[in-house]
Nanobody
Framework: QVQLVESGGGLVQAGGSLRLSCAASGSIFSINAMGWYRQAPGKQRELVAAITSGGSTNYADSVKGRFTISRDNTKNTVYLQMNSLKPEDTAVYYC??????????????WGQGTQVTVSS
C-alpha cells in the first residue's frame, strides 16, 4: 500500500501565495507521474498540474504562469507553488501518484485533500 500525505493548504488573500506538499510513503518501488487536482463545491475534480518522473510538466490553462509543480524523487514528494492566487482557485486540492510497488504492481493513489481558500 501507498499513502499520500498533503500539507500546506490554508486561507490566503487574493494575490498571495501558498505552497502545497505531498509526500508518498509505503511499499514503493518507483513513482511515475504525480499530480495535483482540485475540486470546488458543485464542480467536478479537475487536473491542475502534473509532472512525470523525468520532470515533464503539464498545467491547466487557468493556472499557467501562476502555479509551478516540482518533485523531489529522493523524498517521493511533489510540490505545488501557487502564486498570484485568485478567489476562483478556492477548492480542495488533491495529490495523485501513479506508483509501482515492490511487487511490481501498478497503483493509482490519492491524498486526503487539503483546503485552499482565497479571499477577495
Amino acid at each position: 500500500q501507498v499513502q499520500l500525505v498533503e500539507s500546506g493548504g490554508g486561507l490566503v488573500q487574493a494575490g498571495g501565495s501558498l505552497r502545497l506538499s505531498c509526500a508518498a510513503s509505503g511499499s514503493i518501488f518507483s513513482i511515475n507521474a504525480m499530480g495535483w487536482y482540485r475540486q470546488a463545491p458543485g464542480k467536478q475534480r479537475e487536473l491542475v498540474a502534473a509532472i512525470t518522473s523525468g520532470g515533464s510538466t503539464n498545467y491547466a490553462d487557468s493556472v499557467k504562469g501562476r502555479f509551478t509543480i516540482s518533485r523531489d524523487n529522493t523524498k517521493n514528494t511533489v510540490y505545488l507553488q501557487m502564486n498570484s492566487l485568485k478567489p476562483e482557485d478556492t477548492a480542495v486540492y488533491y495529490c495523485n501518484a501513479e506508483t509501482v510497488d515492490v511487487g511490481r504492481l501498478w497503483g493509482d493513489y490519492w491524498g486526503q485533500g487539503t483546503q485552499v481558500t482565497v479571499s477577495s
